[in-house]
């Protein structure tokens, strides 16, 4: 496991040989981005996929947490996008969230059917497994994680903790023994949330979710709490604290913007990306 150490001195050359980082936003097929301007006023729905992927190489799809994922639909989405583009898949909730033990495996077994098409056609860049605020690091929630790891393996994993008790050396060297990424939140430095932390516990890939530093309204749940537009120069720091560290060797970096209130998921990702290209890192891009 790697722990990354601060960035002071300008882009270093370890830049010239990163791996390649994609950057996009968690989920794409927003109404309001029509009003911010992100998407045309006219758009369909089913053409924002394809609109969407003119900017982006990557989206994190965030349905499959409301619904469980079919191979109908994977196989429409792939229809939709260009050759090259990429997709993560959130877990669905009946799995993280609203856990029945006597059905996990039956529902597990249905949710990678519906990944089929992503799995066949090697455009599944990873698996989100993310556990709310009230999952701690208890005796049952340690058991409910290790069976869905086990069920789910031969995926690439990526797994978001919110509570802090997870943030311990021994889960990090369980996740790296497993070969599961954890997940490094950007989110409001909060008593009890889990802590911004610079680990890697994956060999192959990194996984970034921004959800915004809205501190007043995180506790208050809702979209409310994703209400947050990044200035450049945040975004500048992180790049330069958080991601020069680790950008070296061949690791893929997958980084998410959560915080898709008025479209500002998009433009802030829009400007992350331009921030990376002029510090030399190689952008994923479209095949």
Same mark, same amino acid.
Request: proline share 6%.
């Given at each position: 496991?790697?722990?990354? +150490?601060?960035?002071?001195?300008?882009?270093?050359?370890?830049?010239?040989?990163?791996?390649?980082?994609?950057?996009?936003?968690?989920?794409?097929?927003?109404?309001?981005?029509?009003?911010?301007?992100?998407?045309?006023?006219?758009?369909?729905?089913?053409?924002?996929? =394809?609109?969407?992927?003119?900017?982006?190489?990557?989206?994190?799809?965030?349905?499959?947490?409301?619904?469980?994922?079919?191979? /109908?639909?994977?196989?429409?989405?792939?229809?939709?996008?260009?050759? +090259?583009?990429?997709?993560?898949?959130?877990?669905?909730? =009946?799995?993280?969230?609203?856990?029945?033990?006597?059905?996990?495996? =039956? !529902?597990?077994?249905?949710?990678?059917?519906?990944?089929?098409?992503?799995?066949?056609?090697?455009?599944?860049?990873?698996?989100?497994?993310?556990?709310? /605020?009230?999952?701690?690091?208890?005796?049952?929630?340690?058991?409910?994680?290790?069976?869905?790891?086990?069920?789910?393996?031969?995926?690439?994993?990526?797994?978001?903790?919110?509570?802090?008790?997870?943030?311990?050396?021994?889960?990090?060297? /369980?996740?790296?023994?497993?070969?599961?990424?954890?997940?490094?939140?950007?989110?409001?430095?909060?008593?009890?949330?889990?802590?911004?932390?610079?680990?890697?516990?994956?060999?192959?890939?990194?996984?970034?979710?921004?959800?915004?530093?809205?501190?007043? !309204?995180?506790?208050?749940?809702?979209?409310?709490?994703?209400?947050?537009?990044?200035?450049?120069?945040?975004?500048?720091?992180?790049?330069?604290?958080?991601?020069?560290?680790?950008?070296?060797?061949?690791?893929?970096?997958?980084?998410?913007?959560?915080?898709?209130?008025?479209?500002?998921?998009?433009?802030?990702?829009?400007?992350?990306?331009?921030?990376? +290209?002029?510090?030399?890192? /190689?952008?994923?891009?479209?095949?």
């Amino acid at each position: 496991m790697s722990h990354w +150490g601060a960035f002071h001195n300008g882009p270093p050359a370890a830049a010239r040989t990163a791996g390649r980082i994609f950057v996009g936003t968690c989920g794409y097929a927003y109404p309001d981005w029509r009003e911010s301007g992100f998407y045309p006023p006219d758009i369909r729905a089913g053409a924002m996929l =394809s609109f969407y992927a003119r900017t982006f190489p990557i989206t994190e799809l965030n349905t499959t947490w409301y619904q469980m994922p079919r191979e /109908e639909v994977m196989e429409r989405l792939l229809a939709q996008a260009p050759t +090259g583009f990429l997709f993560t898949v959130k877990l669905h909730r =009946s799995l993280s969230h609203e856990a029945e033990p006597s059905r996990t495996s =039956s !529902q597990t077994a249905a949710f990678r059917r519906g990944l089929t098409p992503l799995l066949q056609s090697r455009r599944l860049a990873a698996v989100l497994l993310q556990f709310p /605020e009230c999952f701690d690091r208890s005796p049952a929630h340690r058991r409910r994680l290790t069976s869905l790891l086990e069920l789910l393996s031969g995926l690439p994993l990526a797994v978001e903790f919110r509570h802090d008790s997870w943030a311990a050396d021994k889960v990090f060297a /369980e996740m790296e023994k497993r070969q599961v990424a954890l997940v490094l939140p950007d989110a409001p430095g909060l008593s009890g949330l889990f802590p911004p932390l610079r680990v890697a516990t994956h060999r192959k890939f990194l996984y970034v979710r921004f959800h915004g530093r809205n501190r007043e !309204q995180w506790n208050r749940g809702g979209f409310q709490r994703l209400d947050y537009d990044y200035t450049e120069a945040e975004l500048q720091e992180w790049i330069e604290r958080q991601l020069v560290p680790m950008a070296d060797g061949t690791r893929q970096a997958f980084l998410f913007f959560n915080n898709h209130v008025r479209g500002q998921a998009a433009r802030n990702a829009a400007t992350l990306a331009r921030l990376i +290209g002029d510090y030399g890192l /190689e952008l994923g891009k479209l095949a």
